[in-house]
């Protein structure tokens, strides 16, 4: 497994922008395809982004296409989240996943970050 550390959540106002990172450890970073999922309070943990292993493919939620961006950083060991035109209903604790997963469904998911909250105010 990798471990993972979200940062770069935060408070910011409807319309606004935010830029998630996720730092791997590990020396396989590039084997894994990567995920960011949300909870927001009472609800389930939903899909947001997903990007394969070589940052060839992705795909997005329809709530988020068009406004968020997933992309990676091999060498880095990072992979990002642009988050614009942000809406209220963004608000969530943000997570990233690793894994051979590439996928909406949380279950394939074999590593989880800690999360970050998002809260966007109208």
């Known amino acids: 497994q990798v471990q993972l550390v979200e940062s770069g959540g935060g408070l910011v106002q409807a319309g606004g922008s935010l830029r998630l990172s996720c730092a791997a450890s590990?020396?396989?970073?590039?084997?894994?395809?990567m995920g960011w999922f949300r909870q927001a309070p009472g609800k389930e943990r939903e899909f947001v982004a997903a990007?394969?292993?070589?940052?060839?493919?992705?795909f997005y939620a329809d709530s988020v296409k068009g406004r968020f961006t997933i992309s990676r950083v091999n060498a880095k060991n990072t992979v990002y989240q642009q988050m614009n035109s942000l809406k209220p209903e963004d608000t969530a604790v943000y997570y990233c996943?690793?894994?051979?997963?590439?996928?909406?469904?949380?279950?394939?998911?074999?590593?989880w970050g800690q999360g970050t909250q998002v809260t966007v105010s109208s």
């Open positions: 990007i394969s292993w070589s940052g060839g493919s992705t």
């Open positions: 590990g020396r396989t970073f590039s084997a894994y395809d």
């Open positions: 996943a690793a894994g051979v997963a590439y996928s909406s469904d949380p279950r394939p998911w074999g590593s």
